[in-house]
T-cell receptor
Framework: DSGVTQTPKHLITATGQRVTLRCSPR?????VYWYQQSLDQGLQFLIQ???????AKGNILERFSAQQFPDLHSELNLSSLELGDSALYFC????????????FGNGTRLTVT | DQQVKQNSPSLSVQEGRISILNCDYT??????FLWYKKYPAEGPTFLIS?????DKNEDGRFTVFLNKSAKHLSLHIVPSQPGDSAVYFC???????????FGAGTRLTVKP
């Protein structure tokens, strides 16, 4: 158990809809990261937050947004969903901003129909 | 833009033998490298890391080697065990950052 909690585990929704994925980091970790893993592909970095502030941005679409709240949990919002957004979305946390292993949750599997 | 590449999608080895997983990177600014292991229906689990000031780091049966001039790292597992069967990802990040870039993964199968 990594200590990182992601909800929900599975999500099935229709094209055009909006969903929110939730992540609670390990106790004491200030950094939260979001990654997307499409079928048989590696993990694509989306965005990182540190203590509530956006720290780094990767290949995140404009239809996607995220935030980290004062209690350090984070939400990833995906809107105007397309079939190609179907993927596993992982949240990870780390204690420091650099040279610190990421600890991953078990992911949210999103299926867009 | 694949900055981290794992060119072997799969690897099969016999129990007790050595498993060698390879990873190449293109970004010379990377200075922190990690290996993760992933089982089905779980998130990746951190395995071992190495910073660019070293060329080798060992933790039990796992050793990571870094060749900066070749922009290449490898993970050696000796001896391999059936429980090591999983997908292995290498990852890298730049100095001062922690937004890691991951390879596509190599599926290791260790046969009894």
């Amino acid at each position: 158990d990594s200590g990182v909690t992601q909800t929900p585990k599975h999500l099935i929704t229709a094209t055009g809809q909006r969903v929110t994925l939730r992540c609670s980091p390990r106790s004491g970790d200030l950094s939260v990261y979001w990654y997307q893993q499409s079928l048989d592909q590696g993990l694509q970095f989306l965005i990182q937050y540190y203590n509530g502030e956006e720290r780094a941005k990767g290949n995140i679409l404009e239809r996607f947004s995220a935030q980290q709240f004062p209690d350090l949990h984070s939400e990833l919002n995906l809107s105007s969903l397309e079939l190609g957004d179907s993927a596993l979305y992982f949240c990870a946390s780390s204690v420091a901003q650099n040279n610190s292993p990421l600890h991953f949750g078990n992911g949210t599997r999103l299926t867009v129909t | 833009d694949q900055q981290v590449k794992q060119n072997s999608p799969s690897l099969s080895v016999q129990e007790g033998r050595i498993s060698i997983l390879n990873c190449d990177y293109t970004n010379s600014m990377f200075d922190y490298f990690l290996w993760y292991k992933k089982y089905p229906a779980e998130g990746p689990t951190f395995l071992i890391s190495i910073s660019s000031i070293k060329d080798k780091n060992e933790d039990g049966r796992f050793t990571v080697f870094l060749n900066k001039s070749a922009k290449h790292l490898s993970l050696h597992i000796v001896p391999s065990q059936p429980g090591d069967s999983a997908v292995y990802f290498c990852a890298a990040s730049e100095d001062g950052n922690n937004d890691m870039r991951f390879g596509a993964g190599t599926r290791l199968t260790v046969k009894p």
